[in-house]
């Protein structure tokens, strides 16, 4: 072996844990990338099982950050710091999942039989998420309804078109900390966009 003057090797540890929601104790699936935050620098990325669960055999000893990234209508985050010894082998170490909510939406107008409110099926629904955090695009179901699985916190915004192009709706979708692990319900009503008339007045007339 080789001694290098002035470096001192602290050893390895390993662990053992899981990956959680926010709240409680249900699993959830990820890539869960390890960082070693001491004087030396050590990265390992490994992918849970299906019960949420990870083993890293080896990281250097020392101060560690753990984070959690789960893909899915939107990417969902978590973080976790820790400690390991010499030849520790630590265990049910847990890594959360940033707090989220599923979102069951309804693209309504007022042209149902009879003058009620119905869904409109086949309407390009877009959202945004606050903080730049990601666009996505679908399509109603034939009754008007859609839905999003794993929207973090913040306030986000849903614009929809109609199929004819010509009634769009807007709602702002406000997601707390408090909302985690619940379904939200959100309607978005379409509006006929106003026509533009242009006057045209024939040439060589006053």
């Given at each position: ?36 935050t ?51 082998e630590l ?12 979102v ?11 003058g ?51 009634r ?17 319900a ?15 007045v ?5």
């Amino acid at each position: 072996w080789i001694q290098i003057p002035g470096v001192r090797l602290n050893g390895v540890g390993s662990i053992r844990g899981q990956a959680r929601r926010a709240a409680g104790l249900e699993a959830v699936t990820g890539q869960v990338t390890f960082e070693s935050t001491g004087p030396f620098a050590q990265r390992v990325e490994i992918t849970t099982d299906a019960a949420g669960g990870f083993h890293v055999p080896q990281l250097l000893a020392g101060p560690f950050t753990a984070r959690l990234r789960r893909p899915g209508d939107f990417v969902l985050l978590g973080s976790s710091t820790g400690s390991l010894a010499p030849g520790q082998e630590l265990s049910d170490f847990v890594v959360a999942l940033e707090p989220n909510a599923d979102v069951n939406g309804r693209v309504v107008a007022e042209d149902a039989p009879g003058g009620g409110v119905g869904g409109v099926g086949g309407a390009t629904v877009v959202v945004r998420l606050a903080a730049s955090r990601g666009t996505r695009t679908l399509v109603s179901a034939s009754d008007g309804a859609f839905t999003l699985r794993g929207v973090p916190v913040g306030r986000h915004s849903l614009l929809a078109t109609g199929p004819d192009g010509l009634r769009t709706g807007a709602v702002a979708l406000d997601v707390a900390e408090t909302d985690e692990g619940t379904a939200l319900a959100v309607e978005i009503p379409l509006v006929t966009n106003p026509v533009l008339v242009e006057s045209l007045v024939p040439s060589g007339t006053a």
